[in-house]
């Protein structure tokens, strides 16, 4: 048993130190997606990307922090996990969504991954890694790619 154990551990150890643990730049710890909705205005991009957010997000309403169709800005916060070897770190980011004519700009920046006893991981502390980086950014690359197919889709209740 002791064998196995120890096997084990070395394991976890070894995959977790796959990761890399290279410091990000502070200027480098965001992503930024720019979108083209040809021959679509400002106004209705701004109105989709809000219904997205309410579709995507369990509450839209605890998510969003401003919105300000005058200026086309939408700011949020998000939350999400990613895998380190065996444990699920939840993570927390800002998305701000940037709007005019034919176009919309998604920042995610402000990225904190949170420690602690599993179950109880509540102590934030800010992304620095790159390995934690890249887990995050390719789930947020495919939610953006989920908001960018979302917003050039005709959904059916447009054209009831």
Known sequence: ???FFLLLVMVVFALYGCMSYEVVKPEERKMVKIFEFQGMKKGLIFDKTLDWMAKTFV????VIEVKDKKRGKIIGNG???YSETIIMRP???TVTIDIKDNKARMTFENFVAYYGDPGNMTEPHPVEYK?????IKEQ???LAENYSNYLKSKKSSEEW
């Not at 509450?59 to 605890?62: G, H, L, M, R, V």
């Not at 390995?131 to 887990?135: A, E, M, N, S, W």
């Open 140 to 142: 947020l690359n495919n």
């Open 79 to 81: 939350r999400g996990t």
């Open 131 to 135: 390995g934690q980086l890249d887990l």
């Open 91 to 93: 993570y927390s980011y």
């Open 59 to 62: 509450s839209s309403k605890s």
């Open 1 to 3: 048993m002791k064998k």
